[in-house]
């Protein structure tokens, strides 16, 4: 619930804004990548996926790029809505275990 | 479709009590996994499995132990609950690894 977000990292934006959410991963050998978002009290919730052969994949509003030279993610939501505001994971794996990431905390102000 | 469902959504244990957490899922799913939450870390792995009759450690399965004997149920138990184990369980399931994974809405356990 609200305690998720405790100590995570915060990026606070305004509505209408495009957000940038940024992973680093570990695992050079990862041919998966996953996002998922968080609402307070709930369980995470499917974003958008990509895999290893890829660089870049668009969806509704979003965007995940993967530059897998800094094995970097990052997840782009365009303008921005109250409703986005959320705790988000990036997961990367090989095989059948992910690892997830702390997460960020997304603040929409209206 | 009801999706992942957990029970109970709460619960109180004292130290030394056992209980179970029940995870199902109706999607067919043959991957099923078990998480911990705790504030400000990411999701731990607890136990997972691949199938019906299955089971597999995951980052941190000590203290717990899972049973899979129904495809569509996954069950992790804690047979001596201690004040680490007070965290927020997550169920999860997938149609096959490396795809999304769908959660179940949580059980929050407190340990005394």
Known sequence: GESVGLHLPTLSVQ?????IINCAYSNSAS???IW????????????????????????????VLLNKTVKHLSLQIAATQPGDSAVY???WGVGYIPTFGR???LIVHP | NAGVTQTPKF???KTGQSMTLLCAQDMNHEYMYWYRQDPGMGLRLIHYSVGEGTTAKGEVPDGYNVSRL?????????????????????????????????????TRLTVL
Request: with cysteine; aromatic share 14%; net charge positive.
């Open chain 2, 11 to 13: 619960r109180v244990l």
């Open chain 2, 70 to 106: 129904k495809k569509q149920n996954f069950l992790l138990g804690l047979e001596s609950a201690a004040p680490s184990q007070t965290s927020v369980y997550f169920c999860a399931s997938s149609y096959n690894w490396g795809n999304e994974q769908f959660f179940g809405p949580g």
């Open chain 1, 15 to 19: 509505e209408g804004d495009n957000s």
């Open chain 1, 36 to 63: 998922y978002k968080q609402e307070s009290g709930k369980g995470p919730q499917f974003i958008i996926d990509i895999r290893s052969n890829m660089d870049k994949r668009q969806g509704q509003r979003v965007t």
């Open chain 1, 89 to 91: 994971f990036c997961a």
């Open chain 1, 31 to 33: 041919d998966y990548f």
């Open chain 1, 103 to 105: 997460g960020t905390s």
